[in-house]
């Protein structure tokens, strides 16, 4: 099983919709967790980190259940400009993080 | 700050050239990656520096070497390129404290191997 896991769509979306993804890690042991965003042909930047309570920045909700161990990312009210690949990201401790391959989205006018 | 740079952005080299990818940070962190992403792909760390002075291993080291020059420079190598190490390069830096651990990426840089 990898170590972090996600649907890589695309997902198609209308503009105002909301879509949401899921990523399942699979090291119980693992301490923090993040999403990137990924623009085409650009680097990878941080979104936002995930809390264990759940935390909101905007239109963009981050939740993590660890006895499921799966985060999720909400986009409410989608944006032409939230087209990107979002990656899904965890720290199992003093190593490097650990990167899902990314879920891809599409908003679309 | 200019954050993580990468030279060259753009590179193409026949199979078995050698080059080395530069990357520096102005951010005082400790910690240094370097990662291939191919297209349609997710990233594959090759090599990283925990700290100046050390370097390990990825998930993808073979074909390459790495050099922690000091605290700000990780370069990469390739000493014998082949049309496989075909990818765009990622460096980044990392930013660990209590409250926050972020890890900042370069722009990347464009590798093709005829």
């Known amino acids: 099983r990898k170590e972090v896991e996600q649907d890589p769509g695309p997902f198609n979306v209308p503009e105002g919709a909301t879509v949401a993804f899921n990523c399942t890690y699979s090291n119980s042991a693992s301490q923090s967790f993040f999403w990137y965003r990924q623009d085409c042909r650009k680097e990878p930047k941080l979104l936002m980190s995930v809390y264990s309570s759940g935390n909101e920045d905007g239109r963009f909700t981050a939740q993590l259940n660890r006895a499921s161990q799966y985060i999720s990312l909400l986009i409410r009210d989608s944006k032409l400009s939230d087209s990107a690949t979002y990656l899904c990201?965890?720290?199992?401790?003093?190593?490097?993080?650990?990167f899902g391959k990314g879920t891809r989205l599409s908003v679309i006018a | 700050n200019a954050g993580v740079t990468q030279t060259p952005k753009f590179q193409v080299l026949k199979t078995g050239q050698s080059m080395t990818l530069q990357c520096a940070q102005d951010?005082?962190?400790?910690?240094m990656y370097w990662y291939r992403q191919d297209p349609g792909m997710g990233l594959r760390l090759i090599y990283y520096?925990?700290?100046?002075?050390?370097?390990d291993k990825g998930e993808v080291p073979n074909g390459y070497n790495v050099s922690r020059l000091n605290k700000r420079e990780f370069s990469l190598r390739l000493e014998s390129a082949a049309p496989s190490q075909t990818s765009v390069y990622f460096c980044?830096?990392?930013?660990?404290?209590?409250?926050?651990?972020?890890?900042?990426f370069g722009p990347g840089t464009r590798l093709t191997v005829l």
């Open positions: 980044a830096s990392r930013e660990i404290r209590y409250y926050t651990d972020t890890q900042y």
């Open positions: 951010m005082n962190h400790n910690s």
């Open positions: 520096s925990a700290s100046e002075g050390t370097t």
């Open positions: 990201v965890v720290n199992s401790g003093n190593t490097p993080l650990v």
